[in-house]
C-alpha cells in the first residue's frame, strides 16, 4: 500500500461509519432504507427490542399515521413510548400526517379527536418524547439524513436496550388496556373490583356498565366475538 493510499483510507473508513444507520429487520417492507441506501447511507439490520431506527446515538420510533392510531387503540404504544425512555436522545417519527387523517373519526379512526391530541401531548410533556410530523416515507428518510448530519457523537450501542419487563400487576393491566377506551385508570378500578381478568370476562354486562358505562357493550362485543381467519 502506497503511502497516498494510506493517508486516504482512514478518511474512507470514518465516512463510512458515519453514514452507518442500525434499522430494525421489520422495517424491510418500508421504503425509508431504500431512499437512505441511496443517499449512500450502509443499513445494517437487526432486531431491535426498542425502537425502529438507531441514528448515532439517536432511537426513533416510526409510525404510520394509521398505526399510530391503531397502536392507540390496542394500547401498544404506550408501552412503547415507555422502552423508549431508555435512550437519552429519542424522536417519535408520524409519517404520512394528514388532519383528516389523525383527528377525523372514521372506520378506521374511532378515537375521539382531543383524545388524539391529549395523548400527542402526554407523549411530549409526560414522557419528553419529540414529535416529528413527515409527509410519507421520503420525506422520513430526508429527516433521517439530516440528523445523521447533526449528530457529531460517536455512534453508540444503544441497540442493544431491552424491552421492559412487566410486573405480575402490570401485566394484568397491560391486557385490560388493550381493549379499546380503557386506560390505565379504568383498567386498575376494574381488577380492583373483580379481582382476576378471569372475573372480568365472566362479569355480566351491567357490573361492567358501572365502570365502563356505554363502553361495557364494547367490551363485551370483544370477548364474544368469533375469530374468523382473514
Not at 434499522?23 to 418500508?30: F, Q, Y
Not at 432504507?33 to 439517536?58: H, M
Amino acid at each position: 500500500m502506497s503511502k497516498i493510499t494510506e493517508i486516504f483510507t482512514p478518511k474512507r473508513e470514518k465516512k463510512k461509519k458515519e453514514k452507518k444507520i442500525i434499522i430494525d429487520h421489520r422495517e424491510k417492507s418500508s421504503l425509508v432504507p431504500s431512499y437512505l441506501e441511496r443517499q449512500g447511507f450502509e443499513i445494517e439490520y437487526k432486531q431491535l427490542n426498542v425502537a425502529d431506527y438507531i441514528v448515532k446515538d439517536v432511537a426513533i420510533e416510526r409510525k404510520t399515521t394509521q398505526d399510530f392510531i391503531g397502536s392507540m387503540l390496542n394500547q401498544r404504544l404506550r408501552k412503547q413510548i415507555k422502552e423508549l425512555q431508555q435512550y437519552d436522545n429519542r424522536l417519535l417519527i408520524i409519517e404520512g400526517i394528514e388532519e383528516n387523517e389523525l383527528y377525523s373519526e372514521n372506520e378506521i379512526n374511532r378515537l375521539n379527536p382531543n383524545s388524539v391530541r391529549g395523548f400527542l401531548l402526554s407523549i411530549t410533556l409526560k414522557h419528553r418524547v419529540p414529535i416529528i410530523y413527515t409527509k410519507n416515507e421520503e420525506d422520513t428518510a430526508k429527516y433521517i439524513e439530516v440528523l445523521n448530519k447533526k449528530q457529531t457523537s460517536a455512534q453508540s450501542q444503544s441497540w442493544q436496550a431491552q424491552k421492559m419487563n412487566l410486573s405480575p400487576t402490570e401485566q394484568l393491566q397491560f391486557i385490560i388496556e388493550s381493549f379499546p377506551g380503557i386506560g390505565p385508570k379504568t383498567s386498575k378500578k376494574l381488577l380492583e373490583k373483580f379481582g382476576t381478568i378471569q372475573n372480568i370476562i365472566l362479569a355480566p354486562t351491567e357490573s361492567l356498565q358501572e365502570i365502563l358505562g356505554k363502553k361495557a357493550e364494547t367490551v363485551r362485543e370483544i370477548i364474544e366475538r368469533e375469530y374468523k381467519k382473514d
